[in-house]
């Protein structure tokens, strides 16, 4: 069965505090990974598209990699205003546009 | 501008009221979906319109009809919701079709309360 989950369901980090987000997943045949970020009460903000293995991406304070079996968001001197729920997300082959979502992680960054 | 727009931003309604969301994207966008997402939860795929086309209807029971006037805009149509039907409704938006990306621009939702 297709499954994606996220590691750790929730972490707390001090401001500057470098960290990485977990994303595993088994699915038959990945066309991307999407990295979402989602404040409360409000819909996700999409962040990433990785699509084959071996693939960076990196905006401001994240960084986002693809291996065959798993992605990692990397924060590195995470903000307060960083805090949020991290949601990642596949595209299956032959499955069309239906979006298998991870749990999210929740993260707080303390000033 | 990668913005989906949602109306209204919260509704409360009781469970004999007829309402309606409405979603609206400029982007150019072919693919358009409907979430559902619960306090703690990731979203839950309701509805996929590609081309204003229905072409996934995710089990949904039939209190929720979605349309699709044209490209730029979907609608949902509620009617005899339950309580367990409240939550953040969250509309979306792909290029789909040859040579688009996959990515999924999302609205800021409506948050529905069924009394």
């Known amino acids: 069965e297709d499954q994606v989950t996220q590691s750790p369901e929730a972490l707390r980090l001090q401001e500057g505090e470098s960290s990485s987000l977990n994303c595993s997943y088994t699915v038959s045949g990945l066309r991307g990974l999407f990295w979402y970020r989602q404040d409360p009460g409000k819909g996700p903000e999409f962040l990433f598209t990785l699509y084959s293995a071996g693939e960076e991406k990196e905006k401001e304070r994240l960084k986002a990699t693809l291996t065959k079996k798993e992605s990692f968001l990397h924060i590195t001197a995470p903000k307060p205003e960083d805090s949020a729920t991290y949601l990642c997300?596949?595209?299956?082959?032959?499955?069309?546009?239906?979006?298998?979502f991870g749990p999210g992680t929740r993260l707080s960054v303390l000033p | 501008d990668t913005e989906v727009t949602q109306t209204p931003k919260h509704l409360v309604m009781g469970m004999t009221n007829k309402k309606s969301l409405k979603c609206e994207q400029h982007m150019g966008h072919r693919a358009m979906y409907w979430y559902k997402q619960k306090a703690k939860k990731p979203p839950e795929l309701m509805f996929v319109y590609s081309y204003e086309k229905l072409s996934i209807n995710e089990s949904v029971p039939s209190r929720f009809s979605p349309e699709c006037p044209n490209s730029s805009l979907l609608n949902l149509h509620l009617h005899a919701l339950q309580p367990e039907d409240s939550a953040l409704y969250l509309c979306a938006s792909s290029q789909d079709g040859p040579g688009g990306t996959d990515t999924q621009y999302f609205g800021p939702g409506t948050r529905l309360t069924v009394l």
């Open positions: 997300a596949v595209l299956r082959d032959n499955y069309g546009q239906n979006f298998v």
